[in-house]
């Protein structure tokens, strides 16, 4: 039985039209491939801006087909450059459009996964505010690069530059598969145990067309794919670790555990500068 288990999360919806996929294709694609229930972080201003046309629909499709939502603020703001008035303000307004709608958790993911790193007081207020108004924290534990692969593969289509696309797939595939290996190691380092994972990723091309991929490695490498539900029932959801958040909820754990020295904490191929050494090497043409 697998003993590693795994939910995936999309942020930024609604998101832009990309090179492969108009926005009601990309959501009608990923409700047919996504293999378990996921979840989608909302950012409510966007809905008012270009790329948000259409997107109630589509996030009643994501709902119709199981998947549930939560708040990714209002106009994704940075907490380190917004004071917490002004952040919460904007919290309070995407709260809005949550009230009574299908689907909706009571959760909240920081923009940019800036938790307050920086600033422990700022960082303490915006933790009581969110435990005064009801909202948990919907933390990720394994980071990827998936916005900034579909970047690179979006400007070369654009280009009309050729490139492989099941190299881009089996590149695709790693860049998920690996980090999420990394942080479950640094999780049972530090903790002991291998918790429900939460993979971080966005409503973009690139994860509709190659997510059922993905998710196939991840079952062949002994991982379970749950619910989002399941997940965030785990254990650690309930910490509010002191650790640098702005790399995940386990190496923000691993920190405070003090077991694993600073430079351990991240996965070196989660660095742009590789990916973009390897999508040349690899998948361009």
């Not at 919907?138 to 070369?156: G, I, K, M, R, S």
């Not at 997510?211 to 965030?232: H, K, L, N, Q, T």
Request: with cysteine; proline share 6%; charged share 30%.
């Amino acid at each position: 039985m697998p003993t590693k288990r795994v939910a995936f999360t999309f942020d930024d919806t609604p998101h832009d039209p990309g090179v492969f996929f108009t926005p009601d294709e990309r959501t009608a694609a990923l409700v047919e491939q996504l293999p378990e229930q996921a979840g989608f972080f909302v950012v409510v201003g966007d809905f008012q801006q270009p790329r948000g046309v259409g997107g109630e629909a589509r996030i009643k499709a994501y709902t119709a087909g199981g998947h549930v939502l939560g708040s990714h603020s209002y106009s994704h703001p940075r907490l380190a450059d917004t004071s917490v008035a002004d952040y919460l303000a904007d919290l309070d307004r995407a709260a809005e459009w949550f009230e009574g709608r299908e689907g909706a958790r009571p959760w909240f993911r920081f923009p940019f996964l800036d938790e307050g790193d920086d600033d422990p007081a700022k960082r303490a207020a915006v933790r009581k505010a969110l435990a005064r108004r009801g909202l948990r924290n919907a933390y990720v534990t394994v980071l990827t690069l998936d916005w900034y692969l579909d970047a690179l593969v979006a400007e070369t289509v654009r280009a009309g530059r050729a490139y492989d696309r099941e190299a881009l797939r089996d590149l695709y595939v790693e860049s998920l598969l690996a980090p999420a290996e990394f942080y479950d190691q640094l999780a049972v380092a530090a903790t002991g145990r291998s918790p429900a994972h939460v993979v971080l990723l966005h409503e973009n091309d690139l994860n509709t067309l190659f997510i059922a991929d993905a998710a196939r490695a991840f079952r062949e490498a002994g991982w379970e794919i749950v619910p989002i539900d399941e997940a965030y029932r785990d254990p650690i959801a309930e910490l509010d670790p002191e650790g640098w958040c702005g790399s995940g909820r386990v190496s923000a754990l691993a920190l405070d555990s003090k077991k694993i020295r600073p430079g351990g904490l991240d996965f070196e191929a989660l660095e742009p500068p590789v990916l973009q050494r390897e999508f040349a090497r690899r998948v361009a043409r």
